[in-house]
């Protein structure tokens, strides 16, 4: 099994992605922080030509200091519960300034922007 581990430690990249990946289980831990996306592969963006890895894998994101999210192209950001939804798709990723900024389409067809202050992200 492959780790790999971001926190707010380590250099703002990110080592993999999940372009074109449906998912295929999301889960939501309010009370502790954690946010579970399951996909069937993923991009290893640490080696030569972006690699894709088919098998099972589930990114976390946990244990943030604020976590925010807006609709669509709304400028204004609202608590994370605000908008929080069953993620179909990750469509876009940027981790910098140990923040994490990620557009997801739910289930329910919305496009949502989350951002992440100080989270810890991992893929196992």
């Known amino acids: 099994m492959h780790i790999y581990q971001l926190n707010k430690y ?3 990249k990110l080592f993999y992605s999940f372009d074109d990946e449906p998912v295929s289980k999301f889960c939501y831990d309010i009370s502790n922080q954690r946010i ?9 963006l640490q080696k030569e030509n972006n690699n894709f890895i088919t098998g099972p894998c589930i990114f976390i994101i946990e244990n ?27 469509l876009f990723m940027n981790f910098s300034n ?5 557009l997801v389409r739910t289930i329910d067809n919305r496009y949502v922007t989350f951002i992440f202050l100080e989270p810890n ?3 196992w």
């Not at 140990?98 to 990620?102: F, I």
């Open 98 to 102: 140990n923040s994490l900024e990620m």
């Open 64 to 90: 943030w200091k604020e976590a925010k999210s807006k609709i669509g192209d709304d400028n204004k950001l609202y608590p994370l519960n605000n908008h929080i939804g069953v993620f179909s798709m990750i």
């Open 10 to 12: 380590m250099e703002n």
């Open 36 to 44: 579970e996306v399951h996909f069937t592969g993923h991009y290893d």
């Open 121 to 123: 992200l991992s893929l």
